[in-house]
C-alpha cells in the first residue's frame, strides 16, 4: 500500500499533518471523510532509492507462526478480536506484517468480517487462513482454530529447517571441494608442470590427466563459462514454463538418496494441509481447490487436479491416489480410501500426517548416515589423486638422483 501525507484545520489558523496508508489517492481521501476529517491537501509520499532498496520483501515463516500462536493466546485469554490484533500490530517485529494489521483493524473497523479481512493478505499468510477463519467465525471457536493453524505452521517450518539443515552440510563440503579443485587446477598444478618439465621425469597417467585438466581449464576457460551460461540462462527460460517445471519436479521427486526424503516431505505437507481444512469443516471440493492453488511442486499438483474432478464427477478421492504409487505409498491411499467410505476422512488425514511425519525424522536420519560416508569417499578420493598425481613423478625424482 502507499502512503499519503494530508494537512488538515483542526481549529481556525491551527493546522495539522498526519498520514494515512491506502491503495490509491482516492481511497486515502474516503478513509479521511469516515473519520471526518476533510484534508487541505493530500500528497502521496515517495520513498527513496536506498528505502526501496533495502525494505522487507516478505514476511518470514516465523513471524507468521508466532503471530498466530499469539492471536490464539489473547483470544483464549478474553480479549477482543480487535484488542488482540491492535496489541500484536505493536508488538510485531516484520514491517509488513505491522502494515497489513492496520489494514485488517481498519477493515473490521469499517464493519467488514476477520475472514475477509485476511482474504486480502493471502500473498503473506497462507490461501486456507481466511476459509478457517470462516469456518472458526461459523462455529464461535475461532481461538481453537488459530491453535489448530498455529500446530500445523510450526510444524512444516520446523521440517523446513530440518530438511535445510540435512541439505547445508553436503552442500558446503562439495562447494569447497570444487573451490579447491579449482585453486589447485588454476595455481598449483601449473608450478608443478613447469618443475616436471625442466627435470624430464616420465609423467605417470595421474599426474598427465591432472595437467591435462589444468590446461584445458587455464586454455579454454572462455568456453567452460560460456558453456556455463548457455545452461543457465536455458534453464532459467525452461524452469519458467509449466512443462519445464513438471519435469524439474518430477527430476526431484526421483533423485537417488535425496528423492525419497523430498517426496515425504511434499506429501506431507499435502496431507497436513488437507487435514486442517478437513478437520475444520471447510467442504471437501474447497479444500481440494486451496491444496491445487497451494502446492508448488507440479507432479503433486497434477494427483490433486485429477483429485478434484473426480470428486467433482461423484467419484471418491482415492482413485487418483492408488494409481500415483510411484510418489504416494499405497498404504496412505488405502488408508484414506478406508476413512472416506467410513465418513472419518478427517481423523484419518491426522494419524496418515503423523505416520508420515515419523517416517520423516526416520528417512532424515538415514540420510544423514548415506550422506557421510559418500561425502568422505569423494573428497577422500578426490585429494588422494591429486596427492599421487604430484606425489610420483617427485619419488622418481628423487629415485634419479
Given at each position: 500500500?502507499?502512503?499519503?501525507?494530508?494537512?488538515?484545520?483542526?481549529?481556525?489558523?491551527?493546522?495539522?499533518?498526519?498520514?494515512?496508508?491506502?491503495?490509491?489517492?482516492?481511497?486515502?481521501?474516503?478513509?479521511?471523510?469516515?473519520?471526518?476529517?476533510?484534508?487541505?491537501?493530500?500528497?502521496?509520499?515517495?520513498?527513496?532509492?536506498?528505502?526501496?532498496?533495502?525494505?522487507?520483501?516478505?514476511?518470514?515463516?516465523?513471524?507468521?507462526?508466532?503471530?498466530?500462536?499469539?492471536?490464539?493466546?489473547?483470544?483464549?485469554?478474553?480479549?477482543?478480536?480487535?484488542?488482540?490484533?491492535?496489541?500484536?500490530?505493536?508488538?510485531?517485529?516484520?514491517?509488513?506484517?505491522?502494515?497489513?494489521?492496520?489494514?485488517?483493524?481498519?477493515?473490521?473497523?469499517?464493519?467488514?468480517?476477520?475472514?475477509?479481512?485476511?482474504?486480502?493478505?493471502?500473498?503473506?499468510?497462507?490461501?486456507?487462513?481466511?476459509?478457517?477463519?470462516?469456518?472458526?467465525?461459523?462455529?464461535?471457536?475461532?481461538?481453537?482454530?488459530?491453535?489448530?493453524i498455529g500446530e500445523y505452521l510450526e510444524r512444516i517450518n520446523n521440517l523446513k529447517k530440518e530438511l535445510v539443515g540435512v541439505f547445508i552440510y553436503?552442500?558446503?563440503?562439495v562447494g569447497v571441494g570444487i573451490g579447491l579443485l579449482m585453486v589447485i587446477l588454476s595455481f598449483v598444478a601449473p608450478t608443478f608442470k613447469s618443475?616436471?618439465?625442466?627435470?624430464?621425469?616420465?609423467?605417470?597417467?595421474?599426474?598427465?590427466?591432472?595437467?591435462?585438466?589444468?590446461?584445458?581449464?587455464?586454455?579454454?576457460?572462455?568456453?567452460?563459462?560460456?558453456?556455463?551460461?548457455?545452461?543457465?540462462?536455458?534453464?532459467?527460460?525452461?524452469?519458467?514454463?509449466?512443462?519445464?517445471?513438471?519435469?524439474?519436479?518430477?527430476?526431484?521427486?526421483?533423485?537417488?538418496?535425496?528423492?525419497?526424503v523430498l517426496r515425504d516431505v511434499s506429501l506431507l505437507r499435502l496431507i497436513k494441509t488437507f487435514d486442517v481444512l478437513a478437520n475444520n469443516e471447510?467442504?471437501?471440493?474447497?479444500?481440494?481447490?486451496?491444496?491445487?492453488?497451494?502446492?508448488?511442486?507440479?507432479?503433486?499438483?497434477?494427483?490433486?487436479?485429477?483429485?478434484?474432478?473426480?470428486?467433482?464427477?461423484?467419484?471418491?478421492?482415492?482413485?487418483?491416489?492408488?494409481?500415483?504409487?510411484?510418489?504416494?505409498?499405497?498404504?496412505?491411499?488405502?488408508?484414506?480410501?478406508?476413512?472416506?467410505?467410513?465418513?472419518?476422512?478427517?481423523?484419518?488425514?491426522?494419524?496418515?500426517?503423523?505416520?508420515?511425519?515419523?517416517?520423516?525424522?526416520?528417512?532424515?536420519?538415514?540420510?544423514?548416515?548415506?550422506?557421510?560416508?559418500?561425502?568422505?569417499?569423494?573428497?577422500?578420493?578426490?585429494?588422494?589423486?591429486?596427492?599421487?598425481?604430484?606425489?610420483?613423478?617427485?619419488?622418481?625424482?628423487?629415485?634419479?638422483?
Amino acid at each position: 500500500m502507499k502512503v499519503f501525507a494530508y494537512s488538515y484545520e483542526e481549529s481556525p489558523g491551527q493546522y495539522k499533518r498526519g498520514k494515512v496508508k491506502a491503495d490509491n489517492i482516492g481511497q486515502a481521501k474516503a478513509f479521511l471523510k469516515k473519520k471526518k476529517i476533510f484534508p487541505k491537501s493530500v500528497k502521496e509520499e515517495k520513498d527513496s532509492l536506498l528505502t526501496r532498496l533495502f525494505e522487507e520483501k516478505t514476511v518470514e515463516n516465523d513471524d507468521i507462526v508466532s503471530f498466530t500462536q499469539l492471536f490464539a493466546g489473547c483470544l483464549e485469554s478474553g480479549l477482543t478480536i480487535k484488542d488482540s490484533l491492535a496489541l500484536l500490530q505493536k508488538q510485531v517485529g516484520s514491517k509488513i506484517l505491522k502494515d497489513r494489521l492496520s489494514e485488517v483493524i481498519s477493515d473490521i473497523d469499517a464493519g467488514g468480517s476477520i475472514s475477509d479481512s485476511f482474504t486480502k493478505h493471502t500473498d503473506i499468510f497462507p490461501k486456507f487462513y481466511p476459509m478457517l477463519l470462516k469456518a472458526g467465525e461459523a462455529s464461535g471457536n475461532i481461538s481453537q482454530v488459530l491453535d489448530y493453524i498455529g500446530e500445523y505452521l510450526e510444524r512444516i517450518n520446523n521440517l523446513k529447517k530440518e530438511l535445510v539443515g540435512v541439505f547445508i552440510y553436503p552442500g558446503i563440503v562439495v562447494g569447497v571441494g570444487i573451490g579447491l579443485l579449482m585453486v589447485i587446477l588454476s595455481f598449483v598444478a601449473p608450478t608443478f608442470k613447469s618443475v616436471f618439465t625442466e627435470s624430464g621425469v616420465k609423467l605417470p597417467g595421474p599426474t598427465i590427466a591432472l595437467f591435462g585438466a589444468s590446461d584445458f581449464l587455464l586454455k579454454y576457460n572462455y568456453i567452460l563459462i560460456s558453456i556455463l551460461t548457455v545452461l543457465g540462462v536455458s534453464y532459467f527460460f525452461f524452469q519458467r514454463t509449466y512443462n519445464g517445471k513438471k519435469q524439474i519436479h518430477r527430476l526431484i521427486l526421483n533423485l537417488p538418496i535425496f528423492g525419497p526424503v523430498l517426496r515425504d516431505v511434499s506429501l506431507l505437507r499435502l496431507i497436513k494441509t488437507f487435514d486442517v481444512l478437513a478437520n475444520n469443516e471447510v467442504p471437501i471440493t474447497l479444500s481440494l481447490q486451496v491444496l491445487e492453488d497451494s502446492t508448488t511442486n507440479f507432479v503433486i499438483k497434477d494427483i490433486i487436479t485429477e483429485i478434484r474432478k473426480d470428486v467433482a464427477r461423484g467419484l471418491p478421492i482415492s482413485g487418483p491416489l492408488l494409481k500415483n504409487k510411484k510418489y504416494i505409498s499405497p498404504l496412505i491411499s488405502y488408508s484414506i480410501s478406508m476413512g472416506e467410505k467410513s465418513g472419518n476422512l478427517g481423523p484419518t488425514l491426522t494419524r496418515v500426517g503423523v505416520f508420515i511425519d515419523r517416517e520423516i525424522g526416520f528417512s532424515m536420519k538415514k540420510l544423514s548416515a548415506k550422506i557421510s560416508p559418500i561425502l568422505t569417499l569423494g573428497i577422500g578420493g578426490m585429494v588422494l589423486f591429486i596427492a599421487l598425481a604430484i606425489y610420483l613423478p617427485i619419488f622418481d625424482m628423487m629415485g634419479n638422483v
